[in-house]
Structure formats: structure tokens, C-alpha cells
């Protein structure tokens, strides 16, 4: 059975840092998706990763996938206000199954 | 439409009474998502459409849950004999095809409060 863990649950960070927010998957997953939720509205696509070693960049967003490890990455470079809001990630296993999601506070 | 829209946004009903949800997808997507999303939790699955047929409904938590979707485009979700347990926002979601690594667009969801 497909589970998926995210951390930190929760990250307050200072505008203009770097930081990372993990994704790990119990078995095999052939997709790895993370979305963007902000407070009381829906979920937004950000990335689809299909493959082993893929990486992604939008912005000062940037995600990676290591099937081996089982491992997705979400890399927030020199952070902005903007950026605050829960970051989920999902695996496939014919559905999606997500992680409890990531609630980030950026700070001016 | 533009995008995946639901209605209502927000229902109050007391416990034991039967409710309907109603999720408007993207003109042309083939494949309807339902989803249950608790607070600070991510989204649950409860069941996929592809045209009309519920191609997969497992995530259905037991049998006062029914979702239709009659003609391959707008979808209901039934709720018979609400409990407190149900509380939830429930999130629509559609795509074009319905294969696997598809973008999913999602509408902004229902709030359901059971009292």
C-alpha cells in the first residue's frame, strides 16, 4: 500500500532563504505531483514528475524525484511572501495519494 | 467553463439528514474526481468517472456515499443520513483523459458541516 510522507508539516521562514520541503513514498510510484493550496481555496498543479532523476523549475520553485530513494524534493530559492501557502505532494498508485501537506509561512 | 466549479460552496445540514454536492468539470475532460479533504489533512480519494461510468469508487467510505454522473459531464455527490463524521470539504477534480500523469484541476470544493 502506497503511503506518502511529507516534511516539515509546517515551516516559517524569513524572505530571501533557501529551503527544502521532502516527500517520501512507501513503494513504487511511476508519478510524483505536488500541488500548491492556498487558505480556503483549491488545489493548483505545479509540477508532474514521470521519471527517475526528473527535475522541474518554475520560478524560484524547483522539484526533483529520485525513484530509488523514493524521495521528491520541493526547493524554495530566496523565498517571497507570495510563496506562503500548503504545498502537498501525491504519489500514483492508479489514484493519487497525498501527503498531509506542508504549511509555509513566508515572513517580510 | 473555465474551470472546475462546484456548488454549493458551503452546506450546513443536521446529522441524519440527506444531502447532494454538485461538481461542474471542464468542458471535454472525460475523467471526474471526487476527493474529501479534512483540515490540515490532504485530499482523500472517494471515487473516479470516467465518462458516466464510476471506474473506480473503492475510496467510497460505506454505502450512504453515491456519486452519478449521467451524461459525462456534471457529477453528484449523494450523501444519505449525514453524521458529524462527514464534515469535510469535498473537492472536485477533472482532466482531460484521465491517464496517468495528467494535470488534475480541481475546483474550490464544498464545505460540508454536519451539526
Known amino acids: 500500500e502506497l503511503k506518502v510522507e511529507q516534511n516539515p508539516l509546517f515551516l516559517s521562514m524569513q524572505e530571501g532563504k533557501n529551503y527544502t520541503i521532502y516527500c517520501n513514498y512507501s513503494?513504487?510510484?511511476?508519478?510524483l505531483y505536488w500541488y500548491r493550496q492556498d487558505p480556503g481555496k483549491s488545489l493548483e498543479s505545479l509540477f508532474v514528475?514521470?521519471?527517475n532523476g526528473a527535475v522541474k523549475q518554475e520560478g524560484r520553485l524547483m522539484a526533483s524525484l529520485d525513484t530509488k530513494a523514493r524521495l521528491s524534493t520541493l526547493h524554495i530559492t530566496a523565498a517571497v511572501h507570495d510563496l506562503s501557502a500548503t504545498y502537498f505532494c501525491a504519489g500514483s498508485n492508479y489514484q493519487l495519494i497525498w501527503g498531509a501537506g506542508t504549511k509555509l509561512i513566508i515572513k517580510p | 467553463g473555465a474551470g472546475v466549479s462546484q456548488t454549493p460552496s458551503n452546506k450546513v445540514t443536521e446529522k441524519g439528514k440527506y444531502v447532494e454536492l454538485r461538481c461542474d468539470p471542464i468542458?471535454?475532460?472525460?475523467?471526474l474526481y471526487w476527493y474529501r479533504q479534512s483540515l490540515g489533512q490532504g485530499p482523500e480519494f472517494l471515487i473516479y468517472f470516467q465518462g458516466t461510468g464510476a471506474a473506480d469508487d473503492s475510496g467510497l467510505p460505506n454505502d450512504r456515499f453515491f456519486a452519478v454522473r449521467p451524461e459525462g459531464s456534471v457529477s453528484t455527490l449523494k450523501i444519505q443520513r449525514t453524521e458529524r463524521g462527514d464534515s469535510a470539504v469535498y473537492l472536485c477534480?477533472?482532466?482531460?483523459?484521465?491517464?496517468?500523469?495528467?494535470?488534475?484541476?480541481f475546483g474550490s470544493g464544498t464545505q460540508l458541516s454536519v451539526l
Open positions: 477534480a477533472s482532466s482531460l483523459t484521465g491517464r496517468d500523469g495528467e494535470k488534475l484541476f
Open positions: 468542458s471535454g475532460h472525460t475523467a
Open positions: 513503494t513504487t510510484s511511476d508519478r
Open positions: 514528475l514521470l521519471s
